[in-house]
């Protein structure tokens, strides 16, 4: 039994029934050539027999509550396969349509606790003859940073390799791969932090954490307006996805001498103003979007455990015109990089404005609904491997990100890039985003916008 | 807003992540001759497009927590029929075998307490055309039988009759139905008694409560040993069911001088012998079984509201012989009217030896594991119609109750009668009984075992 990092348990400590607090990615594969209509039921069968688990993938909370505010990983001795790793099925006509809605629902239910955090559909019954896979691990093992990058790990740019692990699997042989634990109580380690964060979590502390945080505030570079995504949340979730080629950003880039990243800002800009339009809720001041950064060097590092950093970008939704609102996300971003400083990136989330209400709901009343967010929506970017990827000869076309939403960020985007392509992912609350798949619509407006503008 | 009745708040204050409170029912249907591929998606939309939501369907509890021990309901106005009714498929080969595997896991995930109380799910992909609904009530707006009579009422004896509801309406005309909640208020009226109700709910008041119990145990007609059955469960479930032909019960009834009740009991009790032994763990002394009396007069009556009372049953399960076996519970069954008493059913059914757990556990560590249960298991048996239903043309083919899981029971049995069939539906703890389906198996070899011993 090992002691959670605070960060770790900070998101086991905070998840209610209408925060869940979990990660997840669709990802949408070809079979190899000359499969027959039972390879997935194959597959998952041979799957099955590989035990070879990720120790990360072996813990679960010792306790399912926690305890004098802390809580410890145990590994799971009884650790059921079969109920983490489930057959799934699309009704028919089996659309993306149809993947997207069983996605939402799945990405709706919390985990079980009395279990390791993670859960992956293998999905059939795709009309075009593809499967999807749909990933879903707590934030507590693993933020969405890690989940991507655990997932890209057991994939190949071989699209003859067979010797993929199973998506729970690693490509390390098990005497070099992380013990699960010491290496993730960095926070731990550095004393006088974590007893900041501790004093983040503790209820009764919530209001000093919060008066901190006010004082904080004042210092940031942007005020957001009040928004329709700026409220609180259910448990339920919509998701939507879709790609775009990259060469397509790549040209709008480089025809505005700005990066990709911004394109991307610039999509979401766009989606976001017509998506307000449509509900006659556009503010007149620009929606900001705060915009994890990984402070962990890419790709070959460990993937589990939590360090995000965060800075916060003038999203220029109140300009109509599609060049300007590029040059304002240009300038904010390039200007931008304060990081929240002596907040760690995740308590400036959790503690921002609006997202205080989990744990101190019952002595603020009227909190979330009265005060201005620090931002309106978080927007992430995580770059990906630039080759075609396979799974056991299986080729991915696209791995989109299903994201957190807590109490007053009702909208999360998350985009990743694939091969040649830009993934987005669109994690909603049911209720309080309607239609959320118009923004799919959106997005390739604004994409078709900047580039009449630009190019 | 209003007060709810304590015997419908209990089920919402009890309620953990390991003790869903939902009850399930699995319906077979063989579509109407004559429908295309498209029958179920199109039958969806067609459905969802009658919002006459009976009322009870239409409540939410108002506070998604217990405040001071009192919950009260809300109409929820802003009611999602499209999250409440899904459409699902089967992975191949669509056996009835995935079916039970999705309904396992589906059985296994809380409501969500910021809606309406319940889901029901159109699932197509059964490789013998027919298709299932299978449908998820929270035990606070109805018991097992209310749930099972409510689905019953949406059906119809006449094969071409096309004006059946949805499975959320009702066959009454609007003006003539219930009310939601004040005929749910008995036990509210009468006030000693739902004081007594409310010191069972409150964690401070369940040690005085226990002692009541305790003192009461002592008088009661039969001790039960203890089992595997009989641990504290985690929230996953396995489901299991399968029809037998009523006519078999019918023979051996006949032959024996039993009731067809009897020998549904014997075929349980010979299953559960039989699935003992395989895991070397059948008790010297025999498992007592607890069967819930409806209070309520059957069919005409209103269709919410939790009245249920209990006796205890010897099973007879150390007795090697079918003969000997179906003996004891008719004599058992014959001589046991005797209902827990002062206790209402259901805080005899919480408070019983092993049930006190769910919210006193801190308190009394160990209570669970090491005192001796006042029965084993709970086995139900609801009579519904003899005659073949409908639903709009659809023939119901099977009905299979899924029931709710406490500490100290992790198995449980519920029947059924649809047509010509006895419907039995078996809810196990996913961890705590493995191999759940071989109890099919059992009870056939037991029906078998006894045919051969009176006919």
């Known amino acids: 039994m090992q002691l959670m990092p605070v960060t770790d348990s900070m998101f086991l400590a905070l998840e209610t029934r209408e925060h869940p607090m979990h990660v997840g990615g669709l990802a949408l594969f070809t079979p190899p050539p000359d499969t027959g209509p039972d390879y997935l039921k194959s597959l998952r069968k041979e799957l099955l027999t590989d035990s070879d688990v990720r120790d990360v993938f072996r813990l679960r909370p010792a306790t399912p509550l926690s305890t004098r505010g802390f809580l410890s990983w145990v590994e799971d001795t009884e650790l059921d396969l079969d109920y983490h790793f489930r057959h799934s099925a699309l009704p028919r006509p089996g659309r993306v349509r149809e993947l997207l809605e069983v996605t939402s629902r799945w990405h709706s239910t919390p985990l079980d606790r009395h279990r390791p955090l993670w859960e992956i559909h293998l999905v059939e019954g795709l009309a075009d003859g593809r499967f999807a896979v749909y990933t879903k691990v707590h934030h507590a093992l693993m933020d969405g940073v890690s989940a991507l990058r655990h997932l890209q790990s057991v994939l190949t740019d071989d699209p003859d390799a067979r010797d993929c692990p199973p998506f729970w699997g690693s490509r390390e042989p098990r005497r070099n791969r992380e013990r699960p634990g010491p290496h993730l109580s960095t926070w731990l380690r550095n004393g006088r932090r974590a007893l900041e964060e501790l004093a983040g979590m503790a209820p009764l502390a919530a209001r000093v954490a919060r008066e901190a945080f006010r004082e904080h505030r004042l210092t940031l570079p942007l005020r957001a307006p009040r928004t329709m995504f700026n409220v609180p949340v259910g448990g339920a979730r919509r998701f939507a996805a879709q790609s775009w ?123 979330v609904t009265h005060t201005r967010p620090a931002f309106n929506i978080v927007i992430s970017n995580v770059p990906g491997p630039r080759s075609h990827l396979y799974w056991n000869g299986a080729r991915l076309d696209g791995l989109y990100p299903a994201s957190v939403l807590l109490d007053g960020l009702a909208l999360n985007i998350t985009m990743t890039t694939s091969g040649d392509t830009l993934d987005i992912g669109i994690t909603g609350c049911r209720r309080r985003v309607p239609h959320l798949q118009r923004l799919l619509a959106h997005l390739e407006d604004g994409l078709k916008s900047l580039e009449h503008a630009v190019l």
């Open 245 to 367: 080629e990259l060469e397509r950003l790549g040209a709008v880039a480089s025809a505005a001498g700005v990066s990709r990243n911004d394109v991307a800002l610039a999509m979401c800009s766009a989606a976001l103003r017509a998506y307000l339009l449509d509900h006659d809720a556009l503010p007149d001041v620009p929606l900001v979007a705060m915009v994890p950064v990984s402070l962990r060097p890419r790709v070959s590092e460990a993937t589990t455990g939590n360090r995000t950093g965060a800075l916060l970008c003038d999203l220029g939704t109140h300009l109509p015109d599609p060049a300007d609102r590029l040059a304002v996300i240009r300038r904010s971003m390039a200007n931008g990089k304060r990081l929240f400083g002596d907040l760690s990136p995740w308590q400036a989330l959790l503690l921002s404005a609006l997202n205080v209400a989990p744990f101190a709901a019952a002595p603020l009343p009227g909190y």
